[in-house]
């Protein structure tokens, strides 16, 4: 298919996105240095409320009551304090109808860490350069957020009404958890489909592995460094454990659903703090290892846990010092669970034929290692969802983050056909 199976209004509808204004948009937002916690995370949603009232939307922005969440035996965790949180969600017109549609994208970052690969660019710069926009949240994923409102602002231009009700949600506590998706969703926001525009490189998104936040803490025995076999290091009482992790890895990851196409592990388990030792010439009593470990498509988080902390006791019981000693293992921060729209829904094939016939190439379907908002959406929402938007997802929270900006144009006007086709237009 070509562009020429678009009909002669989505043609007239699509010559009414304004490039200049999209890009402009994105880099306010982007300008807006809203890492998880911080107080820009509150900014940039106000902000993002103002563009939706632009737009024409009924904006629903609300305060986020994170401990009353807190307690909901759904909650999916966070990894960073907040004192205050917004939840905001906006649609075309207040009826009791679901949206037929809903956008959605977060607008919380990750922060940018070593200053050092940006070289002289500032990370919330937004500097473009030869057709690309960088800056931190570029690609992850204020470009996807950015094509929902210029999907907004072209048909509020091109003067059409949609038949049936169209909804954008702005989301926040993405990439610690999912806290803005679960306030959202506790809210009583739903739709008859969603897509959520992550960066996905010209492909659909249709499932999310997940992922669980462990701590293990490992018991030693402090001595003088110069009597050591006084004492026992918590860093050697870690090994067996830490060789039966890459174990457990190994094993989950044998069968690997093809849906994955060239990720080899989708199931990883990465330590990626690690702290023991409080002075240079003691043995260490107290080890404490954090790290991410991955949830497999379609198992719950419970079952995850056991299989872990199976493996760190039968790690122990195998070693005479942590039989005597056991680690603990707990579970804080972000906790996200697999996701799955069926292969048979008709949201991968409209969202498809929207990409190719407003000029896209055909995107790919697959699944991806990183969790997501997803399976919030999906799961207790119950909407079917899937991830389609602009960007290289390997830029996400890399240095040097950046997004081409004709993919996010391009991303717009399949979305604005997918809103004009599966809402309809008012007679």
Not at 13 to 42: C, F, K, M, T, Y
Not at 119 to 132: K, V
Not at 251 to 279: A, C, K, Q
Not at 414 to 425: I, Q
Request: hydrophobic share 40%; with cysteine; charged share 25%.
């Amino acid at each position: 298919m070509t562009e020429a199976q678009l009909s002669a209004l989505e043609r007239r509808v699509l010559d009414h996105l304004d490039e200049d204004r999209l890009v402009a948009q994105l880099a306010a937002l982007v300008r807006i240095p809203s890492i998880s916690g911080s107080p820009e995370e509150v900014e940039v949603v106000e902000h993002a409320s103002d563009l939706l009232s632009d737009a024409g939307m009924v904006v629903d922005q609300w305060e986020i009551d994170i401990d009353e969440l807190a307690e909901d035996p759904w909650f999916p965790g966070v990894e960073v304090p907040r004192d205050r949180a917004l939840g905001l969600a906006a649609v075309d017109r207040v009826t009791e109808d679901r949206p037929a549609l809903v956008l959605q994208g977060h607008l919380d970052v990750v922060p940018p860490g070593d200053p050092r690969p940006w070289g002289l660019t500032d990370p919330f710069s937004a500097e473009l350069h030869e057709g690309r926009l960088y800056g931190r949240g570029t690609c992850d994923m204020k470009a996807g957020f950015a094509a929902n409102l210029a999907v907004l602002d072209t048909l509020r231009s091109a003067g059409v009404t949609l038949a049936e009700p169209l909804a954008v949600h702005a989301v926040v506590g993405e990439e610690d958890g999912g806290l803005g998706a679960f306030a959202t969703m506790r809210r009583g926001h739903r739709g008859q489909a969603a897509v959520i525009t992550e960066p996905t490189g010209d492909r659909l998104v249709v499932a999310n592995a997940g992922a669980l936040t462990f701590r293990i803490e490992v018991p030693g025995r402090s001595a003088h460094g110069s009597l050591r076999r006084e004492g026992y290091s918590a860093l050697d009482a870690f090994l067996p454990i830490h060789q039966a992790l890459a174990t457990l890895e190994a094993d989950r990851n044998r069968e690997v659903d093809p849906l994955f196409g060239d990720r080899d592990l989708p199931y990883s388990l990465s330590i990626g703090m690690l702290h023991t030792g409080d002075w240079s010439s003691s043995v260490p009593d107290r080890l404490v290892a954090e790290g991410r470990y991955g949830v497999m498509l379609g198992e719950e988080p419970w079952a995850a846990r056991i299989a872990f902390e199976d493996a760190v006791t039968e790690a122990s019981l195998k070693d005479p010092w942590l039989r005597e000693h056991r680690p603990v293992v707990t579970w804080p921060g972000g906790q996200f669970a697999s996701g799955r729209l069926d292969l048979k829904h008709p949201l991968i094939g409209e969202v498809s034929a929207a990409a190719v016939d407003s000029g896209a190439a055909e995107p790919g379907v697959r699944a991806e290692v990183y969790g997501s908002d997803l399976r919030i959406y999906s799961g207790m929402g119950g909407i079917p969802t899937l991830h389609y938007g602009p960007g290289d997802p390997t830029w996400a929270h890399a240095p040097l983050e950046h997004v081409h900006v004709d993919e996010v144009v391009s991303v717009a006007r399949a979305l604005t056909v997918l809103a004009l086709r599966r809402c309809g237009v008012a007679e």
